[in-house]
Antibody, heavy 120, light 108 residues
Framework: EVQLLESGGNLVQPGGSLRLSCAASGFTFSTYGISWVRQAPGKGLEWVSVISGSGGSRYYADSVKGRFTISRDNSKNTVYLQMNSLRAEDTAVYYC?????????????WGQGTLVTVSS | EIVLTQSPATLSLSPGERATLSCRASQSVSSYLAWYQQKPGQAPRLLIYDASNRATGIPARFSGSGSGTDFTLIISRLEPEDFALYYCQQHNNWPPITFGQGTRLEIK
C-alpha cells in the first residue's frame, strides 16, 4: 500500500526556518518525483516544489524560489522541504504527493498534510 | 504561467441530479488535465487524469472530457458523499504546475 507521511509542521516566527519531511512507503521510491503542494487556511491548492526521482532536477514556484529547498534521501525513502525566511503568507497545510508516474503528472497519492503557521 | 479558471464558483444541486463543472485554461494544456475532490480536513483525491481517465477506484458516475483549453467534469447522479470541493490541475506546461481556484458543490 502506497503511503506518504508528512511531519515537521509547527508554529514559527516570521523570518524563521522549518524543515518538513515526507516519508514514503509501498512503492519504488527512487523512480518517482515528489511534489509539495500547500493550502492556506480556507484557500485553494498551490503547488510549491517538485524533485525528480534521482534528486537531480528540482523546480520551485516563484513564491518560494530562493527561500525553500527541496531534497531527498532515497536510502531513507524521504523527501524534505527546507523552508527559510518564512513569511506569514507561507502559513498553510503542506502536502507531499506522488504522481501517477514520472516526475510531474496527475497526483494520485497524497499525505495527510502538516500544518505550518508563521506568526509572531 | 497557465491560469485555470473554474466555473461556477459554487454549484447548488440535490442528490440524484447531474453536476457539470468547468475548467478553462489560459492556453492549451493538451489533455494534461486532472480533477480532484477534496472534503473538509482531508487531502485531495484524484478523480480524473489526462482529461478523461478515471483514477483507480473512482465510480463510473464521474467522467471527464475536453482538450486544449476547455474541460468538463460531470457527475451523472449525485450521491450525498459527492458534495465537496473540486479542483482542476494542469501539468502540460510547468513549472509551475497550476490548479484552478475550485468549485464548491453544495447540497441544495
Amino acid at each position: 500500500e502506497v503511503q506518504l507521511l508528512e511531519s515537521g509542521g509547527n508554529l514559527v516566527q516570521p523570518g524563521g526556518s522549518l524543515r518538513l519531511s515526507c516519508a514514503a512507503s509501498g512503492f519504488t521510491f527512487s523512480t518517482y518525483g515528489i511534489s509539495w503542494v500547500r493550502q492556506a487556511p480556507g484557500k485553494g491548492l498551490e503547488w510549491v516544489s517538485v524533485i525528480s526521482g534521482s534528486g537531480g532536477s528540482r523546480y520551485y514556484a516563484d513564491s518560494v524560489k530562493g527561500r525553500f529547498t527541496i531534497s531527498r534521501d532515497n536510502s531513507k525513502n524521504t523527501v524534505y522541504l527546507q523552508m527559510n525566511s518564512l513569511r506569514a503568507e507561507d502559513t498553510a497545510v503542506y502536502y507531499c504527493a506522488r504522481p501517477i508516474f514520472g516526475v510531474v503528472n496527475a497526483l494520485d497519492y497524497w499525505g495527510q498534510g502538516t500544518l505550518v503557521t508563521v506568526s509572531s | 504561467e497557465i491560469v485555470l479558471t473554474q466555473s461556477p464558483a459554487t454549484l447548488s444541486l440535490s442528490p440524484g441530479e447531474r453536476a457539470t463543472l468547468s475548467c478553462r485554461a489560459s492556453q492549451s494544456v493538451s489533455s494534461y488535465l486532472a480533477w480532484y475532490q477534496q472534503k473538509p480536513g482531508q487531502a485531495p483525491r484524484l478523480l480524473i487524469y489526462d482529461a478523461s481517465n478515471r483514477a483507480t477506484g473512482i465510480p463510473a458516475r464521474f467522467s471527464g472530457s475536453g482538450s486544449g483549453t476547455d474541460f468538463t467534469l460531470i457527475i451523472s447522479r449525485l450521491e450525498p458523499e459527492d458534495f465537496a470541493l473540486y479542483y482542476c490541475q494542469q501539468h502540460n506546461n510547468w513549472p509551475p504546475i497550476t490548479f484552478g481556484q475550485g468549485t464548491r458543490l453544495e447540497i441544495k
